[in-house]
């Protein structure tokens, strides 16, 4: 129920007084409430939930803490063991 | 998807491990709240491939799977009355009441409607103008903000036919109540990413002090996940109990405070029912008295009827605390499938029980 997916508000407009937008998510394209993201703007990314912006995506911060990650991806070819019977494994090392 | 994709890299989520595995020395009990978390981790199988130190238990964050049986029953009430049009997030229809479902009622004539948003459950009120539209709002604080601007509309537009179910639970509560039952193991939470996009991390940091627990604000990914681990891990091996957030992408500290003003406006803190939980003080939300015309409890009191009931069989209240496994349950599988639930969290999309029943895993004698 806390699922909340991002998209790209590609146009902001009042209905009934509220703030909403259009927001494109990989093609699919909905109207959603943007009274919760009061400083967003149209190419902004922010997270959609039950169609409201609940947050704006912090792009610079999501990059930063990305490379981060991809940085660390020093370790290649491990062979992570396969369980088919769903029993957890022994660490490795 | 942009923000999506990239946090499902397999390099780096092997590299991710890599690092869990390099981490740890000790034994570690880490709960992850979220039943969105709970999905993920299972569908991915992740809890399979870290450390075998490391055991990973499933928290209450499921709100369909905690929202009382006499709240259910409530509705399916409600939608039988010819004068109401009930409508709710598709995830509520199968879950059981004392003896149907959301479903059953509409198959039986009742007009039960599923919604996306509570917005859409709005627009049905405003062209049913002769009948009463009761919006079944249950979630977390994630949902609070878009259910408090529903009833915000309604009254700002004059939509008076227009009412909410309130079922609203609140995170903090149900973790301390967790940490200070007697059978508790968990040494460390995942806290919700999207609960504490809306409420920021400050009301946990004075449970991270009280329990000594590691708290780490964590997305929804698999990446997001392992990050999550890794981070608490790390703590829980030197012996921090910080609260730290990897959700850093769509969370800060004090929240998203426009959401919290609207919330603060409509609703107000009461003590809630957790189904196979119990009552948990100050731990959901209720409609202030200035919007009481907006409350379906007020608009239809409770008719006097038997007692709600629950399967007998069915374990949900101890997984819901972490205290048993879904396929521990003598019902996992059989009795009990996403087809036919004899409990909630075997029907949700955020519900254990469904976790494991769709990830194939197999019933397991719980251990000793």
């Known amino acids: 129920m806390c ?31 943007l009274e919760y993201a009061p400083e967003v703007e149209v190419g902004h990314f922010v997270v959609i939930h ?3 912006a609940i947050s704006v995506v912090d792009e610079a911060e999501a990059a930063r803490s990305y490379a981060l990650l991809a940085e660390m991806d020093n370790l290649e070819n491990i062979d992570l063991p396969q369980d088919p019977d769903g029993v957890r494994p022994e660490a490795i090392g | 998807m942009k923000y999506l994709d990239e946090y499902r890299d397999d390099r780096v989520a092997r590299s991710l491990l890599e690092r869990i595995r390099a981490v740890t020395t000790g034994s ?58 009930v409508c709710s997030f598709g995830d509520m229809l199968r879950v ?11 198959a039986a004539g009742g007009d039960v409607r599923v919604v996306y948003s509570p917005l859409d459950a709005l627009e049905v009120a405003r062209r049913n103008p ?14 609070a ?42 040494q460390g939470f995942l806290a919700p990413g999207h609960v504490c996009a809306i409420q920021g991390w400050r009301e946990y940091e004075p449970i991270a002090r009280d329990f000594h627990v590691p708290l780490v604000v964590t997305g929804f990914e698999p990446l997001d996940l392992l990050e999550g681990i890794l981070m608490l891990v790390q703590q829980l091996e030197e012996g921090r109990t910080d609260v730290e957030n990897q959700y850093v992408r769509a969370v800060v500290r004090d929240g998203n405070t426009a959401a919290q003003q609207v919330v603060q406006e409509v609703f107000e803190t009461a003590d809630r029912a957790w189904r196979g939980i119990g009552v948990i003080e100050s731990s959901g939300l209720r409609l202030r008295p200035a919007y009481a015309h907006h409350d379906a409890e007020v608009l239809f009191p409770r008719e006097d009827g038997p007692p709600a009931s629950e399967s007998e069989v069915c374990i949900a209240g101890q997984v819901l605390r972490g205290l048993a ?44």
């Open chain 1, 3 to 33: 699922l909340g997916v991002p998209g790209k508000v590609i146009e902001i407009f009042d209905r009934d007084g509220i703030r909403m937008g259009t927001v494109d998510f990989g093609g699919i394209r909905r109207d959603a409430c």
């Open chain 1, 50 to 52: 039950v169609g409201f």
């Open chain 2, 28 to 85: 570690w009990t880490i709960m992850e709240v979220c039943g969105g978390q709970t999905h993920t981790l299972i569908r991915q199988g992740i809890d399979q491939v870290l450390p075998a130190g490391i055991e990973l238990v499933h928290g209450p964050g499921c709100p369909v799977c905690v929202t009382p049986v006499a709240l259910i029953d409530e509705a399916i009430s409600i939608a039988k009355r010819p004068d109401a049009i």
């Open chain 2, 96 to 106: 059981p009441g004392s003896s149907e479902d959301l479903f059953m009622a509409r």
């Open chain 2, 130 to 143: 002769d009948r009463t539209v009761v919006f079944f709002a249950v979630g977390f604080e994630t949902t």
């Open chain 2, 145 to 186: 903000p878009a259910n408090a601007m529903a009833v915000r509309q309604a009254h700002r537009l004059g939509i008076e036919n227009f009412a909410l179910l309130v079922a609203h639970v609140l995170v903090p509560p149900a973790i301390t109540a967790i940490l200070v039952s007697p059978g508790n193991r968990v």
């Open chain 2, 325 to 368: 496994k879904p396929h521990h349950c003598p019902a996992f599988g059989t009795e009990c499938t996403p087809e036919h639930p004899l409990g909630a969290p075997m029907v949700s999309t955020e519900g254990a029980c469904a976790a494991y029943f769709l990830a194939g895993r197999v019933r397991q004698e719980a251990p000793a």
